[in-house]
């Protein structure tokens, strides 16, 4: 069994920065791409940004140049830095692990979600 355990959301001031981590725990497992998503109250979760396991990059329009997105394979850890904060980047930030599965010939991937933590950007 994986878990993902997310860090460092909180209240931070406009144009502030906050850094996102997500640790992924357990035992004998890889992942394939990671991401970050946000869900504001009561919309659909939006995707930020995303990352392949070797390192490819893509975010969503209104965070470029803002937001930095990496991962450390060997502790199997992602983060998402977070610059010039806005506060309509107030929302609650869900990290995701595709995990590489197998049956048989046949491989397909399971996507494994954080619990969620809280951003708030507000003066």
């Known amino acids: 069994q994986v878990q993902l355990v997310e860090s460092g959301g909180g209240l931070v001031q406009p144009g502030g920065s906050l850094r996102l981590s997500c640790a992924a725990s357990?035992?004998?497992?890889?992942?394939?791409?990671m991401g970050w998503y946000r869900q504001y109250s009561g919309k659909q979760r939006e995707l930020v940004a995303k990352i392949t396991a070797d390192g490819t990059t893509d975010y969503v329009d209104s965070v470029k140049s803002r937001f930095t997105i990496s991962r450390d394979n060997a502790k199997n850890t992602l983060f998402l830095q977070m610059n010039s904060l806005h506060a309509e980047d107030t929302a609650v930030y869900y990290c995701?692990?595709?995990?590489?599965?197998?049956?048989?010939?046949?491989?397909?991937?399971?996507?494994?979600w954080g619990q969620g933590t809280q951003v708030t950007v507000s003066p």
């Open positions: 357990g035992s004998g497992f890889s992942i394939n791409n």
């Open positions: 995701y692990a595709d995990l590489p599965k197998y049956s048989g010939s046949y491989a397909y991937e399971v996507r494994y």
